[in-house]
């Protein structure tokens, strides 16, 4: 499918726009030599950026258009003023089959709220979720959902454990990854209500085309324990951001604890080499990339603030999931489990 | 008050009973000259543990009992089975006032229950919440609830703030703490509605006897934002134990990064008073102590799988909550707060 080798990137979204987008794109494009580009924005401002880079530029169609979504926009605002927006065209390419998947570095919620109205969910799903990819000790894992489903329900979670699979399969090329549900370990009440459901649901409906691990902890996320992590929305995007900012928390802290004699900073510049595969490990950049799962078309959304190594991963991730037929996975896997897992709420 | 210098200890509790409790309780007695020791145990065992420590002894009074709870006992059996049990008695001894706080690394959910029906929550207060400290870049905070409360109300959210400040103003030493409520940044969808109604509550409540600064993100717990965080109890505990997840994984990915080459090797021994701070600023036992807050009385509940340092800091602990009036001071803001907070859910 020709299609599947076109990319639609919003080219204004994120704090800075073209000048993160386009390099990002540059950078991917050397990765992904048989990948096009449709670059909707600002004709001149992309064009500006684009004539640094020829190579993208042969490869690239721009689309212009005036209407950006601002960063602070409410989503339902976006929606309503932005259909012609460079963010609600790269959406609609996709929608469209003029593009296999799109990126955008803009507003998180109008990013949503368009695909949703765009691209729609899935039959049987009642929202998309927001998947994000965590480094373990091992490799890495996926956790959703990171924000767009808070209070899910039962059914959900058990949704979230199909999509997320699907998304392992695509990516980590496992036939059966595992999956777990996150909970809390406190014995007195371990876990409310809406996630023993769950558990109960995933633990009773055989043949499911992954393995239920059933519970784990927040610590567990990061040993690797499972491929998937299953958790509503809530708890999932404040999991996301902690870890995030413990580890910016210990890189602040192991900085201070180099500087803070003559031998330590000699020992830091001799032991550089080994800071270096630290960082790299520690790099956020390297796991940039929200992907909208549970929609009938692919949606990556980068970090605003992130720079052109950031944004070439999202473009990055989006290529391999729509290579690997991740929607047409999902929709067989839904239409298959989704009902035999909810019957059980009606028995 | 004499019974403030006096600490009850559940002498049996956590994974290795007396052996970590006696050298603990030794510990933390040198820094406190002028605390009592009541330990509830098996006698023979904790006799011989104690005969290694003298100056302990020579404070302390063992209560014998030989029933203990079991680290994987359900609350409520051990509720029922577990009366005369060396967590029970403990607690029980605040209560009748021959001790002013306790301390037991048992089982969490057995621990919450007993002093739950021994102590009784202040009135007004539905369920105790569990109160952690947090380390942060500039010292440290507090996060309740950790894993007592799942699914909390807004009027609980509010009351978690009272019983933080309170905590804050006892350990921190500051006269109005700063509180945040935790929250997720999409903004499509900014929080469910018992977040949302906590925070406008919080904001529209005058004379609060502490600074309401809003939401906060996890990003920003360990940025040392605010004083206080508060959160209900299931994104809480997944919150806690994901940031503890974290940094071991990244002190693991150290480890790593330094072994990997001659060079790493040796500047990571130049640098070993830096990795010495580093690992000091991380250790957890520095932190061990959860608070069970809004109770007639002091419990703290240490980690079951600590050692004796860890074991110490959760008695300095309760023994600086104990000596700065904490209850006396919460059942006074609790009374004069709780009904100007929660009178606006009639309104």
Same mark, same amino acid.
């Given at each position: 499918m020709l299609s599947s080798r076109i990319?639609?990137?919003?080219?204004?979204?994120g704090d800075r726009g073209p000048d993160i987008v386009i390099p990002g794109a540059a950078l991917s494009s050397v990765r992904h030599p048989e990948l096009s580009f449709r670059l909707y924005g600002d004709n001149t401002e992309v064009s500006r950026v684009l004539k640094d880079h020829p190579d993208l530029a042969a490869r690239s169609e721009i689309i212009h258009?005036? /209407?950006?979504? =601002?960063?602070?926009?409410?989503?339902? #605002? *976006? /929606?309503?003023? =932005?259909?012609?927006?460079?963010?609600? #065209? *790269? /959406?609609?390419?996709?929608k469209q089959g003029h593009a296999s998947f799109a990126v955008s570095a803009g507003n998180t919620g109008a990013l949503m709220a368009m695909s949703k109205l765009v691209l729609r969910p899935i039959a049987d799903i009642e929202r998309p979720a927001i998947a994000?990819?965590?480094?373990?000790?091992?490799?890495?894992?996926?956790?959703?959902?990171?924000?767009?489903?808070?209070?899910?329900s039962s059914a959900q979670l058990c949704d979230f454990a199909l999509m997320g699979a699907a998304m392992a399969r695509a990516i980590f090329h496992v036939?059966?990854?595992?999956?777990?549900?996150?909970?809390?370990?406190?014995?007195?009440?371990?876990?409310?209500e809406v996630v023993k459901q769950a558990h109960a649901w995933l633990r009773e409906t055989a043949d499911l085309p992954f393995v239920y691990h059933g519970f784990v902890e927040g610590d567990q996320i990061g040993q690797g324990l499972v491929d998937v992590v299953v958790v509503e929305g809530f708890a999932g995007n404040i999991a996301l951001k902690?870890?995030?900012?413990?580890?910016?928390?210990?890189?602040?802290?192991?900085?201070d604890a180099m500087n803070r004699s003559l031998l330590s900073r000699i020992g830091a510049i001799l032991a550089q080499?080994?800071?270096?595969?630290?960082?790299?490990?520690?790099?956020?950049r390297r796991m940039n990339g929200g992907t909208f799962l549970g929609l009938n078309g692919i949606v990556v959304k980068s970090h605003g603030g992130t720079d052109a190594l950031g944004f070439a991963s999202a473009v990055d991730l989006g290529y391999d999931l729509?290579?690997?037929?991740?929607?047409?996975?999902?929709?067989?896997?839904?239409?298959?489990?989704?009902?035999?897992?909810?019957?059980r709420l009606a028995s």
């Open positions: 990319v639609a990137l919003d080219a204004m979204g258009t005036d /209407v950006a979504v =601002g960063m602070n926009d409410k989503p339902s #605002q *976006a /929606v309503r003023r =932005g259909k012609g927006s460079s963010m609600w #065209q *790269a /959406v609609e390419a996709v994000a990819l965590w480094p373990t000790v091992k490799s890495e894992c996926i956790v959703l959902d990171v924000g767009a489903n808070i209070n899910a036939e059966r990854p595992t999956v777990g549900l996150l909970n809390v370990g406190v014995e007195e009440i371990k876990g409310d902690t870890a995030e900012g413990t580890a910016r928390q210990i890189a602040q802290y192991l900085r080499g080994g800071f270096q595969v630290l960082r790299n490990k520690m790099d956020p729509s290579e690997s037929g991740l929607v047409s996975r999902l929709r067989t896997d839904i239409e298959e489990f989704h009902g035999s897992i909810a019957s």
